[in-house]
Nanobody, 124 residues
Framework: EVQLQASGGGLVQAGGSLRLSCVAS????????IGWFRQAPGKEREGVSC????????YYLDSVKGRFTISSDNAKATVHLQMNSLKPEDTAVYYC?????????????????WGKGTLVTVSS
């Protein structure tokens, strides 16, 4: 059974940084894609960033490009999201999600596995 554990959320002032981590367990394939999503109060969920181990590609939401960096530790099936220069509009519950099958690629919908969210609050 695949499980995802997200951590690293918290309260930070605008301009500050946080590092989110998503640790996956139960993967049966070496290929995986892990994405970060967020949902702010009253807004729809949106894809923030994604990494796929099969091709090493990284994707970012336009509004976070240059501020957020996704990295991976393939040996541990762990993905980190370094968030710098945080803005109040980054405030949301952040979730990690994953696909795990041969050739898995990033996608911003329909991922198979979801972890519980971690709250990020950026104060102005």
């Amino acid at each position: 059974e695949v499980q995802l554990q997200a951590s690293g959320g918290g309260l930070v002032q605008a301009g500050g940084s946080l590092r989110l981590s998503c640790v996956a367990s139960g993967f049966t394939s070496d290929d995986y894609a892990i994405g970060w999503f967020r949902q702010a109060p009253g807004k729809e969920r949106e894809g923030v960033s994604c990494f796929s181990s099969s091709d090493g590609n990284r994707y970012y939401l336009d509004s976070v490009k240059g501020r957020f960096t996704i990295s991976s530790d393939n040996a541990k099936a762990t993905v980190h999201l370094q968030m710098n220069s945080l803005k109040p509009e980054d405030t949301a519950v952040y979730y990690c999600a994953a696909d795990n099958y041969a050739g898995a690629r990033c996608k911003y919908y329909g991922m198979d596995y979801w972890g519980k969210g971690t709250l990020v609050t950026v104060s102005s």
